[in-house]
């Protein structure tokens, strides 16, 4: 079995058995013998195919429209206008001093100003936002590929998740945990259009929808977008998180994988 690979070998023969292509119910599987190592070997290169089967939906890009489609009207949703003291007075500054936390998980543990951050591999892509509320606006967006950032922190190998704390606190609550959070897989980390955005429909990203910076993850809603991100962090489980289930939203009952 290669290192990585999804599915287990014993996983692959379960399924193929259960898809009636191998006689193995009821059957002890002696790996040593001839026939059942060229199974093995069958199972093997299934293991592939399989992960590409259930990768493909993951790893499609999500449509992308011309300028034409663009929304004259794009809703800002949630927190627009973070009244936290720290976000407050790096608006003041048009975000000149602002930095971006990379920390976690990671080989080297960064801090990054907008400059740095637009220094980065950049992707432009005009999308549809959906929102769980059941409304779309279609916008176009600049940023840098998460990949890229990611790629020069260097992802230590327990790595698993990519979490984004933001600066704004959407439910007041005695213990901090109504602090908008999210949190993504290494998937959708690497997929290239999951951007940091700072560029919306060709202008800097405004408060409203998450100045200075704010994350684009076009295969899943709105809700995932982190608004405000201030801090990155790679981490091995979101369970010690706010309520543990992966993000603000996530915390009060949505799906934490919500594709689209
Ligand atoms: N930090 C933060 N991020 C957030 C939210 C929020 O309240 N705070 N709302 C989410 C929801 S439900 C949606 S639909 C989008 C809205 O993005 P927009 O304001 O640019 O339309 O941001 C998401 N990201
Ligand atoms: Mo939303």
């Not at 199972?43 to 195919?49: C, I, K």
């Not at 048009?94 to 930095?99: H, L, S, V």
């Not at 800097?204 to 995932?224: F, M, S």
């Amino acid at each position: 079995m290669k290192r990585g690979s999804l599915l287990s070998r014993r996983a692959v023969l379960r399924g193929v058995a259960a898809g009636g292509l191998l006689p193995l119910a009821g059957c002890s599987l002696d790996s040593r013998a001839p026939g059942v190592m060229s199974m093995l070997d069958k199972a093997e290169s299934l293991t592939g195919a399989a992960q590409r089967a259930l990768l493909a939906p993951r790893i499609a890009l999500a449509p992308e429209y011309p300028p034409g489609a663009i929304s004259s009207y794009f809703k800002p949703n949630g927190s627009i206008d973070p009244d936290d003291p720290d976000y407050v007075s790096a608006r003041q500054t048009g975000f000149a001093d602002w930095k971006l936390a990379v920390a976690g998980l990671v080989e080297r543990p960064m801090s990054l100003s907008l400059a740095d951050l637009r220094a980065l591999p950049s992707r432009s892509q005009i999308t549809r936002h959906d929102c769980v509320e059941g409304w779309s606006c279609i916008g176009q967006w600049r940023g840098a590929q998460l990949s890229a950032l990611l790629d020069a922190a260097g992802l230590k190998p327990q790595a698993r998740f990519i979490a984004f704390f933001c600066a704004d606190t959407l439910e007041q609550t005695p213990d901090n945990t109504g602090r908008y959070y999210e949190s993504i897989d290494l998937v959708d980390a690497f997929h290239p259009q999951t951007i940091l955005a700072y560029e919306m429909n060709y202008a800097p990203l405004k408060v409203e929808h998450g100045a200075p910076l704010r994350l684009r993850v076009e295969r899943q809603l709105g809700y995932k977008m982190a608004k405000y991100v201030m801090r990155i962090e790679a981490i091995d489980s979101f369970a010690a998180l706010g309520h543990g289930r992966g993000g603000f939203w996530e915390d009060r009952g949505y799906e934490w994988y919500a594709g689209i």
